[in-house]
């Protein structure tokens, strides 16, 4: 934690350009400030985090790497294209959607990979994750545009989740 | 013109049109469900495109690492909102537009309001 509100406080001194003693307290303080704000969700991650690092050993580092930077690479591409296609719908000189809410059954366990899932879905192409139900295991989606349900389930599942899955189980 | 403020004008027309596009749909889909794809991601690009093409305008390091700490931010808190506002539509019954679409969510709430 001590960490955390130092390194807040470093953030503060780099993005205000200035290093001086004053710069340090202030950013010291407003540190300590979203700290105390955020502690109960804090704790909760530090160990969720410390579960998952128990469950992955260190030699894989550089391929979690590379698995990372192709995953932020795919993210970037598919919020692209998310937009082009939502423009797309939307320039449509008669607009004749169909939106819907459809299920997807998850096979991810992890909070982080379910979360991480959740929100790249809201990002892309005419989907947004609604809710998930209280045992974990069904994402609610919904969709702008549905023209067949059971194809847009698999392409979620095959397409994100597969990706999601390699690096949180 | 030089080319830096080419690529940095380049960046943020696409930013502005994407921008448009969104209020654009924001005023002409149906109901609040789809309205939130428009609001919650036609907007996306928008500022990816603005916030690069300031970045390249100003062209130190610092700018550009402040521009993708802000889109970084917005990625993550964006979709976080539009789903929250998508799920209290449905918690509170607003109605959807009808259409022969599936409706999977329908009455999987229980009195407690867990969902099955």
Sequence with gaps: MLTLN?????????LQRSFSF????VGFSLGFAVITIAQVALREQLLETAKFRRHQDIGRYPLIVWKVLGFILFAFWSIIK????????LLRPRLNINPGIIAVPLDVRSEVGITLLANLITLTPGTISIDISTNRDTLYVHCIDIQDADALRDDIKQSFERRVIELFP | MTLTEWICFGLCLIGVIFMLLSSFGL????DIYTRGHAAGKAGTLGIIGLLFGVGIYYGDILTIAKMFALIIFFLVTSPVSASIVERSAFVTEV???PSSGPNDLKGRYDEQGELQ
Excluded: C, G
């Design chain 2, 95 to 97: 109605k959807m537009t």
């Design chain 1, 6 to 14: 130092f390194i807040l406080a470093l953030t503060w001194m780099v």
């Design chain 1, 82 to 89: 998310a937009n082009i296609d939502v423009a797309r719908i």
């Design chain 2, 27 to 30: 005023l002409r889909l149906p």
């Design chain 1, 22 to 25: 004053s710069d340090f307290v």
